[in-house]
């Protein structure tokens, strides 16, 4: 007769447990991944904000300034540089194309995106809600501002294209409720 107690690693039957290894007792029941336990603070919406979105919408606009600048950096130093013969010389003129490029780009997208967050968080905060309108009007407030240097006419100008790509993106967003369907991401 065995001496070992039941759910020892010597043979006896664990008592409504399959492990996962003979070397790993734990209760595979633990492991499993169920979407709705996620630990979050009490009163908190399952849903994202604008503020918390802010951070991703900056950085992800900062890198692809820096992924469009650097492409259109190898655009130009290529063209620049077509009647160079292959030298470190034409390398490096390349190379600070590029760089040059993409830090302008990367910081161009990015203060958009800086402004248009912190327009988007502030009107959401004044109105108390969220929805299209606050896209809209963040969009159309980052494209006066924007091009406020070049004086009323620059800034209706930025405004009028931060109100068309915001009204397009508020467009894209709805477009399902639009058309009368369920809405198919959320």
């Not at 039941?6 to 979407?35: A, E, F, K, Q, W």
């Not at 603070?41 to 890198?63: D, Q, S, W």
């Not at 006066?144 to 100008?157: D, E, F, N, Q």
Request: with cysteine; glycine share 14%.
């Amino acid at each position: 007769m065995d001496n070992t107690s039941p759910g020892t690693s010597s043979g006896g039957s664990m008592t409504g447990m399959s492990p996962l290894s003979p070397y790993l007792n734990v209760d595979p029941r633990y492991l499993t991944h169920d979407p709705d336990d996620f630990i979050l603070p009490t009163g908190a919406n399952k849903v994202r904000g604008r503020f918390e979105l802010a951070f991703f919408t900056i950085g992800g606009c900062c890198i692809t300034g820096a992924a469009f600048g650097a492409l259109n950096g190898l655009r130009m130093g290529l063209s620049e540089t077509k009647d160079m013969a292959w030298s470190k010389p034409r390398n490096v003129q390349i190379l600070n194309l590029v760089t040059r490029q993409g830090a302008t780009w990367a910081n161009t997208l990015g203060s958009l995106a800086l402004l248009y967050s912190v327009f988007g968080v502030a009107i959401e905060k004044a109105r108390g809600a969220e929805d299209d309108i606050n896209t809209v009007a963040a969009g159309t407030m980052t494209g006066m501002l924007y091009k406020s240097t070049g004086g009323v006419r620059g800034a209706a100008r930025g405004g009028l294209a931060g109100l068309a790509l915001s009204g397009l993106y508020a467009l894209y967003n709805n477009w399902d409720h639009l058309k009368g369907n369920p809405p198919t991401r959320y």
